[in-house]
């Protein structure tokens, strides 16, 4: 199983910081149709999980640019710039290239 | 707008059977591949199965394997969780995601497993 590495396990941070998310996988996650299939999720509390970025960089529709995604192979970071309140919750990297797919640890956000 | 909604889920005593469906609306359901995730009471989640858009093909953890069947009714636009021999570990609420990158998630079912 492709094991996903996410760190760190919770980040405290004050309203405008900038923070980022590694996530480093056991395999390289380039399919074998070139794609990258790497993904961000944000579980704010007591809510289902929501996709913020999908394939590495890709932001989903409505979701701020202050949130970026980038990485390679085996290596990924989410960037948020400038936090805002909205934004705290659960982060969670993902991998959709090899079966069983698996899941980042999460990273909590919270407010310092 | 996308809507996925779950029903099915309580509290059902171990060894037994439970089966999870999944409403979608919004999209068209027979165009993609689904999904279920679980994430067991503050844990992480955990890929269940998947299910190709036509459902010819299936995928399962190990740890649910020869238990679970993931199943749909493209004519329903509904997806299906058939879980048998239910064990303690399986406790969770239940997810429909869509596709292979996760492109939107139901509210999620809980599954208790419990005498």
């Known amino acids: 199983d492709v094991v996903m590495t996410q760190t760190p396990p919770s980040l405290s941070v004050a309203i405008g910081q900038s923070v980022s998310i590694s996530c480093k996988s056991s395999?390289?996650?380039?399919?074998?149709?070139?794609?990258?299939?790497l993904h961000w999720l944000l579980q704010s509390s007591g809510r289902s999980p929501k996709r913020l970025i999908y394939?590495?960089?890709n932001l989903d529709s409505g979701v701020p640019d202050r949130f970026s995604g980038t990485g390679s192979q085996k290596d990924f970071t989410l960037k948020i710039s400038r936090v805002e309140a909205k934004d705290l919750g659960v982060y969670y990297c993902?991998?959709?290239?090899?079966?069983?797919?698996?899941f980042g640890g999460g990273t909590k956000l919270e407010l310092k | 707008e996308v809507q996925l909604v779950e029903s099915g889920g309580g509290l059902v005593q171990p060894g037994r059977s439970m089966k999870l469906s999944c409403a979608a609306s919004g999209f068209t359901f027979s165009n993609y591949g689904m999904a279920w995730v679980r994430q067991a009471p503050t844990k992480g989640l955990e890929w269940v199965a998947t299910?190709?858009?036509?459902?010819?093909?299936?995928y399962y953890r190990d740890s649910v394997k020869g238990r679970f069947t993931i199943s749909r009714d493209n004519a329903k636009s509904t997806l299906y969780l058939q879980m048998n021999s239910l064990r303690s570990e399986d406790t969770a609420t239940y997810y429909c995601t869509r596709d292979a990158r996760f492109a939107y998630w139901g509210q999620g079912t809980l599954v208790t497993v419990s005498s």
């Open positions: 395999q390289s996650l380039v399919y074998s149709d070139g794609k990258t299939y």
């Open positions: 993902a991998q959709t290239t090899h079966f069983p797919w698996t």
């Open positions: 394939q590495v960089s």
């Open positions: 299910i190709s858009y036509d459902g010819s093909s299936t």
